[in-house]
């Protein structure tokens, strides 16, 4: 049992680190944070579209954000690194605050599902799939849920550690409405299949 306390005990401390820095580091453009404990230290990988805003002047916001962390977590060494995100439409959580900002000013969800469909496989992956619930057409319309996929996503077993996903709320007026964008990123291989060539279909290929 040591050992299961110890993988549940990991992922919810990753989980804590990172609402932490996606509320510190938003206007760095945060998107994920890798965490992997060692006997001697515990190293934190953060990737932001900014970078500088994050190192700070002299250092001094990193060191600031080590200091939290280090004293909000109990953490006796972390050595945190910062990596700019190589490609904004690789990253989930990025893509799924994107739809938000635009749910809330009103543009068409069917369209902003559409463009974000096409905008994450142009960028490469071999999967994606986007669910938008909550109250989407006018204000006395009851909640629904709208579920779009392009490419392979697997949804059990071990292989769901290889997708990258994040999850936001929109507040437009008719009532909250949440985002989930699951992405596969290029490159991964399945141990139990071979991915083959995306076909888009016609209606997402001109949004």
Known sequence: MAI?????????????????????????????????????ITRITIYVLNPGRVIGKGGRTIDMITEKVR???????????????ENKM????????????RL???????????????????????????????????????????RKRIGYIPNSGNVTTLVREAAA???PKYGAIGVKVRIVPPGTVFPDR???????PKSIQVA
């Open 104 to 146: 809330e000013k009103g543009v068409n969800f069917r369209k902003i599902m559409q463009q974000t469909l096409k905008n994450i496989i142009d960028g490469g992956a071999i999967g994606v799939e986007i669910i938008i619930s909550g109250k989407l057409a006018a204000k006395n319309a009851r909640a629904k849920s709208i």
């Open 71 to 85: 004293s909000q977590f109990k953490m006796e060494n972390p050595q945190i690194s910062i990596v700019e995100v």
């Open 194 to 200: 071979e991915v083959k060539k995306i076909e888009v």
């Open 169 to 171: 709320v929109a507040y």
């Open 4 to 40: 299961e306390y110890k993988f549940i005990n990991d992922a919810i401390l990753k989980y804590n680190v990172s609402k932490f820095l996606e509320e510190s580091l938003a206007r760095a453009g945060f998107s994920r944070v890798e965490v992997q404990k060692t006997p001697v």
């Open 90 to 101: 690789l990253e989930p959580l990025l893509m799924a605050k994107d739809m938000t900002q």
